[in-house]
């Protein structure tokens, strides 16, 4: 099982990213993504969740308006639109997969089976 982030960067306030996350070794459609992200120095936070029947979205209310989560599970492949960015929002963004199976929330840590390495958001003027 692997996930791998990618596409974080360095951005000026108010500019635009877009993250991805690829799967590989399991099917996606039994999965909730969700992508948390640590600054540095604080703790990891729960950003965003995608999943359900529906690919139904759920964000932390920080980023609500301003970030989009997708999925495409022939791609195998969940994204992450990131507009209006903020100092903020700045910091490691990491995907992670929880087995809708097990029915824990995707908007915890221990909700989370599986974990990808990081990509940094750095937002700067």
């Known amino acids: 099982v692997q996930l791998q982030a990618s596409g974080g960067g360095l951005v000026q306030p108010g500019g635009s990213l877009r993250l991805s996350c690829a799967t590989s070794g399991f099917t996606l459609d039994d999965y909730a993504i969700a992508w948390f992200r640590q600054a540095p120095g604080k703790e990891r936070e729960w950003v965003s969740c995608?999943?359900?029947?529906?690919?139904?979205?759920w964000y932390t209310d920080s980023v609500k308006g301003r970030f989009t989560g997708s999925r495409d599970n022939a791609e195998k492949t969940v994204s992450l639109e990131m507009i209006d960015l903020k100092i903020e929002d700045m910091g490691v963004y990491y995907c992670?997969?929880?087995?809708?199976?097990?029915?824990?929330?995707?908007?915890?840590?221990?909700?989370?089976?599986?974990w990808g390495k990081g990509t940094l958001v750095t937002v700067s003027s």
């Open positions: 992670a997969a929880s087995n809708n199976a097990l029915g824990r929330p995707c908007n915890k840590d221990y909700g989370m089976d599986h």
């Open positions: 995608i999943g359900g029947s529906y690919d139904r979205t």
